[in-house]
């Protein structure tokens, strides 16, 4: 009995911190065996790299522990950095604040038709997702959208500190507001109910679809941080590859982080590690001179030995 | 005997050492309509899905037309000629009429399926009943009545000499319930034979030529359905022999107590039409009813979970628009719902957070929640309801069903609503938490909460309420209070009302 106990407590650790175990492994990994890895610059580099993914991640996993899924992250990263790089291009505040306004908006409209409609959350981001993205095209004339800021790029260049890059800072800032929001505060204990039994949320008095469309507009205006950062490093906007693909790496540290797909509590710091995994991956066969399409094959074994973790309580269920 | 289209003997089932089924005897004639009769865990569906082989039987025999049969598959019960017509219907909305009455049996000629031969055949069915369907449509075009005849006919069309209908009436008007009956006169006159499921009584002795009643899987017997009076029939189905009716409920007058909520008629067609009635404060009003009669309906209309089609509702005197389980709440009422797994629990969140869910508001300051005193309000009422739990921080799943409800019940009391509703809120619970939880609702009482306890176990009515409203199909059949409680009025009042 005692011991069998002790078999599921262990499993149970593993489920809830597959993703930290896994990225410090290979963390650990890296430092002994790749050359010059731990360096200012590796992290450097990598803060720069996976502050994006992360911060649509941890949208994404709002979105995710309700039960729904959002797509249209990637168009609203293009939607909302095109916008801002025309608002800065004509110097215009306005625009800029317009361009969040906008990407926050149709987060609304995404959430609304979900809950309200009854919409399935992967249609209704479908529609959206090429919404903005042709939204994007249109306001730029599909052209790349230039600009010179010299303080705005300095500021997102320069190391503070004279090592620390902005994009390590932003990142813990975003961590830890979403963290306490999910942990700390009536709002997340609510996400995660409705996640968890949304019949029930509702028979608890829970304002179901204010809960959904907080998580879908979380999500627009932190893809509308992670296509600023995308913008600001090369000082312009392309409207067809801001934010491609980013949908599919965002779902996918999501769920190595351990939020549930259907919906229940969603794992801030999971999702964290999980995106640092994602991109160690990246930089791990980078810096060691791997193939692409080797490096895609070695992050799906990853994906799938961490969801193979979370799978498994399911199944004994 | 040779009569007979089904018989079934000494048939048995168990679950996990339980006796679903005890040795049943059973048997349908040509031509007939028979109702089959009971309560929740009586035994009928377990019997149904044996004889369209969902389920294998432990012991017993089936013969059908005849030959004893073995169903292994539903395919191999459907080919026999034993057809299913479900409340929730197995067909394709998205499917042309036709082609879910020839489904999985198209027409072909040489260019593939035979679309006119089909539309032909099919219109050629549907016209022989005198029913207004175009089988060119597709499904989803038509009324749920009207599936259900579609459903009949594809039964029929299959060859089926006997059909099950599983409460085929539950959700339907009553227009839509004689367009169904009429389809049932035909198909008698055609020989096939039906077995019927339905709370509603009125039609099962409209319509039916016999009754078998089952009762916690045990045959209470057949009768031909002119023998068999309402009254015998709801004492065969729900009566309990020899049960010590302790009322722990010494006789109270609330006449000088203001009214908590007060219902105006309330309509829902066709689950609810027209109940009125009132509560006082601190007084317990018990719904009692067959399965079906309004009960759950009536209580979620109140809280708001369904939308009544008209009807008032007023708490403390004052007219409330509730259109949502929130406003239910800053209403000051609270809903126990009667399955707690689908509608009351959030199975993989702690014992704290599925206690202290409605009462995040007070908890919180700025959106903010004030961990120790949330904790300490979990661990009190973990304390005072003597929950079993190895603390706040267990996942609820991990529970017995007892002490989940009373986390439930934790957590409505712990938003000190004027009314708390409570639906079956002992059912599949064991007799130690039983006792506890009959003792939370007297104490609910004893703080001036008002209670409205909805039970199918007549003694645990009788056992606690002030008063009880006795609904059938829907309407208000009659009031009891105090002395005037007890099986047998409750039982007498669903069969003949009493004059209010």
Redesign the interface.
């Known amino acids: 009995m005692t011991k069998k106990k002790g078999i599921t407590l262990d499993l149970a650790f593993f489920k809830k911190n597959i993703a930290l175990i896994l990225f410090l492994a290979l963390l650990i990994f890296n430092i002994f065996a790749t050359n010059n890895f731990l360096s200012w610059i590796t992290f450097n580099n990598f803060f720069k790299q996976v502050s994006r993914v992360c911060l649509v991640s941890l949208g994404m996993s709002l979105v995710i522990a309700t039960g729904g899924i959002d797509i249209s992250v990637g168009s609203a990263m293009a939607l909302g950095s095109v916008l801002a790089a025309l608002g800065i291009v004509h110097e215009s505040p306005l625009l800029i604040l317009f361009s969040v306004i906008l990407v926050i908006a149709f987060g609304c409209l995404a959430g609304t038709a979900v809950s309200k409609f009854a919409i399935l959350p992967m249609v209704a981001t479908l529609a959206l997702r090429y919404v903005m993205r042709g939204m994007a095209k249109g306001i730029s004339g599909a052209a790349n959208v230039t600009y010179t800021a010299p303080k705005l790029t300095a500021f997102f260049t320069q190391p503070v500190i004279g090592r620390v890059p902005v994009h390590f800072f932003i990142l813990v800032i975003a961590v830890v507001v979403v963290y306490i929001l999910v942990n700390k505060m009536k709002l997340g204990a609510r996400i995660e109910a409705y996640g968890n039994n949304p019949v029930a949320a509702r028979n608890c008095g829970i304002n179901t679809v204010k809960i959904v469309i907080f998580c879908y507009a979380v999500t627009g205006a932190l893809s509308w941080a992670a296509g600023m950062l995308e913008a600001v490093v090369v000082s312009s906007a392309h409207p067809s590859t801001i934010g491609t693909d980013m949908e599919i790496d965002a779902i996918a540290a999501t769920l190595i982080g351990g939020t549930p797909i259907d919906g229940g509590y969603p794992n801030i710091i999971g999702t964290t590690c999980g995106a640092f995994l994602l991109q160690l991956i990246s930089m791990m066969c980078n810096m060691n001179n791997v193939s692409y399409p080797v490096t895609l094959m070695l992050k799906a074994c990853i994906v799938l030995a961490a969801l193979y973790f979370h799978g498994i309580g399911k199944r004994s269920r | 005997m040779s009569d007979n289209i089904l018989e079934v003997h000494g048939l048995t089932k168990e679950f996990a050492g339980v006796r679903a089924l005890d040795n049943i005897e059973f048997s349908v004639e040509k031509g007939e309509i028979h109702a089959l009769m009971g309560e929740n865990g009586a035994g009928k569906s377990t019997l149904i899905k044996i004889l369209t082989g969902l389920y294998k039987a432990d012991g017993g025999k089936i013969i059908f037309q005849g030959e004893e049969r073995k169903f292994t598959t539903v395919l191999s019960a459907q080919k026999a000629g034993i057809s299913t017509i479900y409340q929730e219907l197995n067909m394709i909305p998205y499917l042309t009429v036709s082609e879910n009455i020839f489904l999985g049996h198209y027409p072909y000629n040489k260019a593939g399926i035979d679309w006119k031969k089909m539309h032909e055949d099919a219109q050629a069915l549907i016209d022989e009943l005198g029913v207004d369907i175009d089988v060119k449509k597709q499904l989803n075009n038509y009324s749920t009545a009207k599936q259900q005849i579609i459903s009949i006919i594809r039964a029929v069309n299959f060859n089926s000499r006997l059909l099950i209908m599983d409460e085929p009436t539950s959700s339907l008007d009553t227009n839509e319930v004689e367009i169904l009956f009429g389809i049932m006169d035909k198909m008698k006159e055609k020989g096939v034979s039906m077995i019927f499921i339905s709370h509603r009584l009125d039609e099962v002795y409209k319509k039916c030529d016999r009754i078998t009643v089952l009762k916690d899987g045990h045959y209470m017997g057949t009768w031909k359905t002119e023998d068999l009076s309402e009254y015998e029939l709801l004492k065969t189905m729900l009566g309990k022999k020899e049960v010590k009716l302790e009322r722990t409920l010494p006789i109270r007058d609330f006449s000088d107590k203001e009214d908590i909520l007060e219902v105006r008629n309330l309509i829902r067609v066709p689950y609810v039409n027209d109940v009125s009635f009132r509560i006082k404060k601190g007084e317990i009003l018990g719904l009692a009813g067959l399965l079906g009669a309004g009960r759950t309906e009536t209580a979620r209309i109140i ?1 708001g ?1 369904d939308h009544p089609d008209s009807g008032e509702i007023f708490v403390e005197g004052k007219q409330v628009k509730i259109k ?3 406003d ?3 209403a000051g009422l609270a ?1 126990c ?1 009667e399955n707690r797994r ?8 702690t014992v704290q ?1 599925n206690l202290t ?2 009462s ?2 007070q908890l ?1 300051k700025g ?3 004030n ?1 120790k005193q949330r904790k300490q309000l979990s661990d009190d009422y973990i304390q005072k309801l003597l929950i079993k739990t190895t603390g706040g921080e267990q996942l609820i799943k991990n529970l017995s069903g007892g002490n989940q409800q009373k986390v439930i019940l934790s ?1 409505w009391m712990a938003i000190h609503p004027k009314l708390i509703i409570l639906d079956e809120p002992t059912r599949g619970i064991d007799v130690g938490a039983k006792a506890e939880i009959e003792k939370l609702i007297h104490e609910f009482s004893d703080n001036g909460i008002s209670v409205l306890f909805i039970s199918s176990e007549m003694a645990e009515l009788v056992r606690n309420c002030d008063r009880i409203l006795v609904l059938r199909d829907g309407k208000v059949m009659g009031e009891l209070a105090g002395e005037e409680i007890s099986e047998k009025s409750i039982m007498e009042t669903i069969v003949t009302g009493k004059e209010k």
């Open positions: 809280f979970c949502s389980p929130e239910a709440i800053h809903f719902t689908e509608e009351g629990i959030f199975p993989d969140v957070s869910l409605c995040l508001d919180s959106g903010f929640i961990a957590r």
